[in-house]
T-cell receptor, first 111, second 115 residues
Framework: KQEVTQIPAALSVPEGENLVLNCSFT??????LQWFRQDPGKGLTSLLL?????REQTSGRLNASLDKSSGRSTLYIAASQPGDSATYLCAVEGNTDKLIFGTGTRLQVFP | DAGVIQSPRHEVTEMGQEVTLRCKPISGHNSLFWYRQTMMRGLELLIYFNNNVPIDDSGMPEDRFSAKMPNASFSTLKIQPSEPRDSAVYFC?????????????FGPGTRLTVL
């Protein structure tokens, strides 16, 4: 059974820092891995999607990497801003259409 | 497009009552997903549909839960009778692989409180 773990559970950093969020999964037979952002009381917004054949994806200040063999992904946020404060969730999709979510990392960026 | 639409946004009900949550997927999307989010268990997939057909309902907690998708633009999730442990945020998501992306698009969620 696929299990997804995210470390750390919470993170508080000053504005301007570069930071890394970690995601690990137990079954390497994945179809893709996705990173989402969730603001309090809101739905999920997709940030980056990495197909199993890819190693990384970039969007603006965000970079996500995937090491399928070791069951790990990282989300790198460059030059963090207070507007980046949110919960970040990673999710893996196997050979079905089902997304298995991690428990998330709650990020706070203070001015 | 307005995105995935869910209604109601908030629902407060008493134990034993029937609850119906509604979802309108993005036009042209042929897959629809229902998720539940709680502090204890995080985000869990309850059921999903492809082309209006239920594919996997193994995440539905018990027989009190049922979901339908009568057409490509509407789905319901019903709880009958409701219990306090059903209190959670319920999300609907949709997608199509035809656009070349596997991204699921989430609605704003329905916050359900069962007293």
């Amino acid at each position: 059974k696929q299990e997804v773990t995210q470390i750390p559970a919470a993170l508080s950093v000053p504005e301007g820092e570069n930071l890394v969020l970690n995601c690990s999964f137990t079954d390497s037979a994945i179809y893709n891995l996705q990173w989402f952002r969730q603001d309090p009381g809101k739905g999920l917004t997709s940030l980056l999607l990495i197909q199993s054949s890819q190693r990384e994806q970039t969007s603006g200040r965000l970079n996500a990497s995937l090491d399928k063999s070791s069951g790990r992904s990282t989300l790198y946020i460059a030059a963090s801003q207070p507007g980046d404060s949110a919960t970040y969730l990673c999710a893996v999709e196997g050979n079905t259409d089902k997304l298995i979510f991690g428990t998330g990392t709650r990020l706070q960026v203070f001015p | 497009d307005a995105g995935v639409i869910q209604s109601p946004r908030h629902e407060v009900t008493e134990m034993g009552q029937e609850v119906t949550l509604r979802c309108k997927p993005i036009s042209g999307h042929n897959s629809l997903f229902w998720y539940r989010q709680t502090m204890m268990r995080g985000l869990e997939l309850l059921i999903y549909f492809n082309n209006n057909v239920p594919i996997d309902d193994s995440g539905m907690p018990e027989d009190r839960f049922s979901a339908k998708m009568p057409n490509a633009s509407f789905s319901t999730l019903k709880i009958q009778p409701s219990e306090p442990r059903d209190s959670a945020v319920y999300f609907c998501a949709s997608r199509t692989r035809a656009s070349g992306t596997d991204t699921q698009y989430f609605g704003p969620g329905t916050r359900l409180t069962v007293l």
